[in-house]
């Protein structure tokens, strides 16, 4: 061990003495700094001018940024010294063993007795002591994050440094293997680089076939370091790093000892194929998802599911989950499905995270081809077709064989997968029961935890909650797609916050002709344009009497419509329309604020942020709402507790009486003819009392639009609205722990001072040093 730790100081030595060295680590340290000292320059001028204008509001962020991510991740320091470990590497190790040859040592060294494994050993513990003093670099400007970040993230520091560190080890390896190839050092730093090249891109490399899939992507260098630099550390990245590192090492020991033994060929590429399958078996066991260890070092645990999300799988007990992906050929999400994308999008970006917490989930795959007989839009791109001969020409453009996908006839024959609209979809089968979990059109695909739990409790048995939407009086229809209308939020299936993809049951009722159901958890009246008859109203009557919960959304113009059934609540919704003069919008378009009674309808974004104002005492940015064409409320002697959700700006809107013409000019508020001023208008509401011996919750709208296709998901309430009224039962809500590191605790100033320390005098004395060093070196 000795004399290990000998090889190992003079190589790092030699390393110190050498220009190469010494000019890579000034070209490091200028790179580390530009990621650096740059964005933390912008970013200390941009508080400052926000500073500056805000002081006195004390205002809570609701949707921060952690700083340490920004600064560090996103394309900021460890990504790109990541990224450009291929111009360090190959010019560090090239002379690590063809040096020895070129100088004349070679027969000296391997001639004395030293072990050969010492020898190598030796010089690889060499680099990595040289290695440190890359991570030296990155830590000058860890610790300086420290002080111009508060509270800064230290465990995503930590894991980014193990990441980045294992894979410099890594590439040195494979840099002194090269370098024992050859004696000639450039053409072990270009054979090096090749390597390094290929083992960062063959993970994307014959990801179609079964035989290869699973090796190329074990052995690619770019699928390892992703989660430890975003903060989650996995026992099979680290093992892998040790693995590849222990081959490339094999490797080195294996050439050596070859080039001073005469042995047949058979037996010295045995010895390479012994190092090899060791690795190989090394990587597929510390691979599985039974044997992996996670360690999320996050403040606020960002790599990791949900508590709650974790209790679902949990309560599956000894899980029989299979999970069966349908991928349609003719889907606009197809390319998500296919094999190449089997383990770096399918698996790696959604899966893992709940195999973490479930390793014993089975995966089954189908691939189809399959449209809707109504759906002519396949056939007018290649007209003249039918759909055997569109699905080979799909096939062949994205050179794919069409054989692997099963006609229409066969997969009618296994699954119908008409109702979820052949679309790219994942069957979920536990214990006989089955649901549908569906992707969505939009840059990540695959559903959410929000949309996941909703599925697994589903599967599990549970009782969803159940909306009916009134029908009869041509209401807001929850199946057309027009822009007043509700299928979007509630009962579209390619919607990823719709009610039924979120763990609600919703269907209609027409109450002229039918009876309410008992046992629905709340009812729907969504702007009723004719008068409603008497059954009807007597219906709703009976329902509200009942305890029953519900929705009732009104709009100016039909108040006749609504308020002989807000009557019974104690509320009324007032003749005319609410006009709010802006520059920017029509006086129609109304924005309420948020009340700080809105902070317990649901765990939304907004809603967090409200809530943590209000236990913190912090002033907080107004939230609103966008109401286009909206009428105000008032209520008095109600048998309900009645409170405001939402309120018009204090001092900015009126009521005006009779027809609002938006388009033309604006008339004054005009007492005379009707129009009538306060400071505040009530715009929604909720009703809660006591009947039955549980709590009945109701809440009125003075408009329809805001939750509707065009609307609804620019508005806070279109979840938290059916939450509430369901006891907060559902959705199971899965919020992210804020950030705490969202401050910079350095002026613009002193970072433009840090910057020049870093862009230049650091440098500078770095250079100064290395020349003296290499001067005296010289002259000894």
Known sequence: MKLLFKIAKNEFRHLFYSPIAWFLLIVFLVQCAIFYVIPVFHMALTQDMVL???????????DPDPITVDVFLKGGLFPYAVSNLYLFVPLLTMGLISRET???????????PIRLREIVLGKYAGIMFFNLLLIGVTGIFMVTGAFNIRNIDYGLLLSATLGFYLIVCTCSAIGMYMSSLSNYQIVSALATFTVIFVLGRIGSLWQKYDIVRDLTYFLSLQNRTGKMLSGLITSKDVIYFLAV??????????????????????????????????????????????LTAYWDTT??????????????????????????????LLDQNAAAGLPEMRNSFYMARFWENYLRFRPDIRFRYVYYYDVDDRDSTVYKYLPGKNLHQIAAEVA???????????????????????????????????????????????????????????????????????????????????????????????????????????????????????????????????DPRMDLPPVV?????????????????????????????????????????????????TPDMVRPYLTDSCASLGEELIMQGMRKAMEEGLKRDT???????????????????????????????????????????????DSAAGDAYQRSFPAIARLTRQIHGKEQRIIVCGDADFISNARAAGSFFGVSFYSWLSNNEFPVYTPVKAATDTELAITGDAAGVQKTVYLWVLPGILLAAGMIVLIRRKRK
């Open 623 to 669: 939230a609103s709402t966008l109401m286009p064409g909206a009428t105000a409320l008032e209520y008095a002697d109600s048998v309900f507790s009645v409170t405001p959700l939402g309120m018009t700006m204090p001092g900015r809107t009126w009521l005006k009486a009779g027809r609002l013409v938006a388009d033309s000019t604006l008339p004054p508020m």
């Open 245 to 290: 590192s222990g081959m490339f090492i094999g490797f080195t020991l294996v050439r050596l000892k070859n080039g001073r033994e005469s042995k047949p060929w058979y037996v010295r590429m045995g010895r390479y194929a012994a190092v090899v399958a060791a690795t190989l078996a090394v990587g597929y066991f510390s691979s599985r998802p039974t």
């Open 52 to 62: 500056a204008n805000n002081m006195h509001k004390g205002i809570v962020k609701l």
């Open 537 to 585: 109203q007597e219906k709703l009557r009976k329902f509200i009497d009942g305890g029953g919960n519900m929705l009732l959304l009104g709009e100016p113009g039909k108040q006749y419509v609504m308020n002989p059934v807000l009557k019974q609540l104690g509320v009324q919704l007032r003749y005319g329309q609410l006009v709010q003069p802006t520059f920017d919008e």
């Open 396 to 526: 062949d453009g994205m050179d794919l064989d069409t054989a692997m996908f099963l006609p229409p006839a066969q997969i009618r024959r296994q699954v119908d997968l008409k109702g979820e609209g052949y679309r790219l979809v994942m069957r979920l089968r536990y214990k006989g029961r089955t649901q549908y979990l569906r992707t969505f059109a939009d840059g990540f695909v695959w559903p959410d935890e929000m949309v996941v739990n909703a599925a697994l409790r589903r599967l599990m048995g549970d009782q969803a909650p159940k909306y009916l939407f009134v029908t009869g009086q041509l209401e807001r229809s929850i199946v057309t797609r027009g822009e007043r209308e509700f299928s979007g939020p509630v009962s579209a299936k390619t919607g990823r916050r719709s009610l039924v993809n979120i763990g609600f049951d919703v269907d209609t009722v027409n109450l002229s002709l039918q009876d309410i159901p008992p046992g629905i958890t709340g009812l729907v009246l969504a």
């Open 102 to 112: 070129n100088n004349g040592t070679s027969r000296l060294l391997f001639s004395s």
């Open 299 to 328: 403040s606020n645990q960002r790599n990791t599911i949900h508590p709650r999300t974790q209790q679902i799988l949990h309560e599956l007990g000894d899980s029989s989950l299979e999970v069966t992906l349908y991928t349609n």
